[in-house]
């Protein structure tokens, strides 16, 4: 897909992988859409890039309201990412169940309202790609995270489904499973983890344009990424 001037829609666009990929959007020559629940982090991120071919959104992905009403003012979206997502560790007896309803709700909830809103506008406009990125605890069962692991087998579940519903038009989909990254995704949770060591959102961000940059004869349809264990 030649990227100029097409406009991208990330979810969690400003921090972590979404805010990575935000710059090299941009850099790509993209029109730029980054949403998020918070007015202030969206701000922080337009003050630092400064360009016009970036607009943010404060939006609940997990809110289909709002959601649907983001989508109809945006009204182009050639490339969907879905990247949002919250994570919750611990003993399930443990864990807050309205803090579980939040995990399911953006992660699994949002990525189907987002894109239950921009299917239309994609199929108007005669083709697309959605790219869900899931993470590779959604292909692998782990101790202490099973909400953060339902939600995301959940998204995997609804990406294959989704490809054969699309199968025959010129909408493409792929599941990207990234492992752990060197982000803000548990301190803002709550946990403490050594993440320094862990791969650089900067060049799993490289990895998601390499994908949506492929030859319109071709398609990159699933793809894991994950650390090298030392």
């Known amino acids: 897909m030649d990227l100029d001037n097409k406009h991208v829609l990330i979810t969690g666009g400003s921090g972590g992988l979404g805010l990575a990929l935000t710059k090299q959007l941009i850099a790509k020559n993209c029109?730029?859409?980054?949403?998020?629940?918070?007015?202030?982090?969206?701000?922080?991120?337009?003050?630092?890039?400064?360009?016009?071919?970036?607009?943010?959104?404060?939006?609940?992905?997990?809110?289909?309201?709002?959601?649907?009403?983001?989508?109809?003012?945006?009204?182009?979206?050639?490339?969907?990412?879905?990247?949002?997502?919250?994570?919750?560790?611990?003993?399930?007896?443990?864990?807050?169940?309205?803090?579980?309803?939040?995990v399911i709700d953006v992660n699994l909830k949002g990525t189907v309202l987002v894109t239950r809103a921009v299917l239309p506008v994609m199929k108007r406009l005669g083709e697309g790609f959605i790219i869900n990125v899931i993470s590779t605890s959604g292909l692998v069962s782990r101790p202490d995270s099973m909400i953060y692991a339902a939600s995301k087998w959940g998204v995997a579940g609804f990406t294959e489904s989704l490809k054969e519903n699309l199968k025959n038009t010129k909408i493409k989909v792929c599941s990207f499973y990234p492992g752990g990254m060197n982000t803000n995704l548990f301190k803002k949770a709550g946990f403490d983890k050594k993440v320094n060591q862990w791969m650089n959102p900067d060049k799993v961000a490289e990895i998601i344009v390499f994908i949506l940059e492929r030859d319109e004869n071709m398609t990159i349809d699933s793809l894991v990424v994950k650390r090298r264990e030392q």
């Open 31 to 102: 029109q730029v859409h980054i949403c998020g629940r918070s007015q202030e982090q969206l701000q922080k991120v337009k003050q630092t890039i400064k360009s016009k071919q970036l607009a943010i959104w404060r939006c609940d992905v997990s809110d289909y309201q709002q959601v649907k009403a983001m989508v109809k003012k945006i009204d182009q979206v050639d490339i969907l990412i879905n990247n949002a997502g919250v994570w919750l560790e611990g003993d399930l007896e443990k864990n807050d169940p309205l803090v579980i309803g939040q």
